[in-house]
C-alpha cells in the first residue's frame, strides 16, 4: 500500500506534526447525559458530578477547534460497556503511522475501551497492530512473559523479538 494511502487513513508517531485525524468520544456517546452511568460518578473518582451541558459544549468547542486546524475528526460510537471516562479517548489506545496498539486502562471501569477502540478503528480500516497482554483479545494468546500480542504483520514496524521466548513467532514490545 502506499505510504499516501496510509497517511490519509491515520497517523500517530509525531506529537507536534499536523493532526490529520482525530478520535474523539463525547460526554454523550460516554453516557453523561443518562442517569444510571452518571449516577456512578463517585466509584468512578470524579471529584463533582459531572455536568453534561458544559462538558457537551466543551467537547463540541474543541471539535470546531479541530476541524478549524484541519483535522478530520471521527466519532466513537456509544456502546453500553463505555463508562464516563471513555471521554479521554487517548488513554485506550496508541495511534501509531501503521496501525492501533491497543492497551489496558489502568481503572477497571475502563478496560472495555480499547476493545471498543479496536472494534471501531477496524471499521475505518485502521489495523490493530497489537494488544497489550493486559487488553489481549479473549481468542488471542500471548505468552505470559510477553507485554504484547502483536500480529505477524506488526514485526516489519517492531521488528524486537520477544526476548522471553526465542520461538515466539510474533514480533513484541
Request: hydrophobic share 40%; glycine share 4%.
Amino acid at each position: 500500500m502506499p505510504e499516501t494511502a496510509t497517511k490519509a487513513r491515520f497517523n500517530g508517531h509525531s506529537m507536534v506534526g499536523a493532526l490529520e485525524r482525530v478520535m474523539v468520544c463525547s460526554p454523550r456517546t460516554a453516557g453523561w447525559n443518562q442517569p444510571e452511568p452518571a449516577a456512578r460518578w463517585q466509584e468512578l473518582g470524579f471529584h463533582h458530578a459531572p455536568d453534561f451541558a458544559k462538558a457537551q459544549a466543551q467537547h463540541e468547542a474543541l471539535c470546531r477547534e479541530l476541524k478549524a486546524a484541519g483535522a478530520e475528526l471521527v466519532e466513537m460510537p456509544a456502546a453500553s460497556d463505555l463508562s464516563l471516562d471513555a471521554v479521554y479517548a487517548h488513554d485506550a489506545s496508541l495511534a501509531t503511522d501503521h496501525g492501533l496498539i491497543v492497551m489496558r486502562p489502568g481503572k477497571p471501569n475502563r478496560v472495555a475501551e480499547g476493545p471498543a477502540h479496536a472494534a471501531f478503528c477496524e471499521t475505518l480500516e485502521i489495523e490493530t497492530l497489537c494488544w497489550s497482554a493486559a487488553a489481549i483479545a479473549p481468542t488471542q494468546k500471548a505468552s505470559s512473559r510477553c507485554a504484547m500480542f502483536c500480529r505477524p504483520r506488526a514485526s516489519k514496524f517492531f521488528p524486537r523479538h520477544c526476548p522471553t521466548v526465542p520461538a515466539h513467532p510474533r514480533a513484541c514490545i
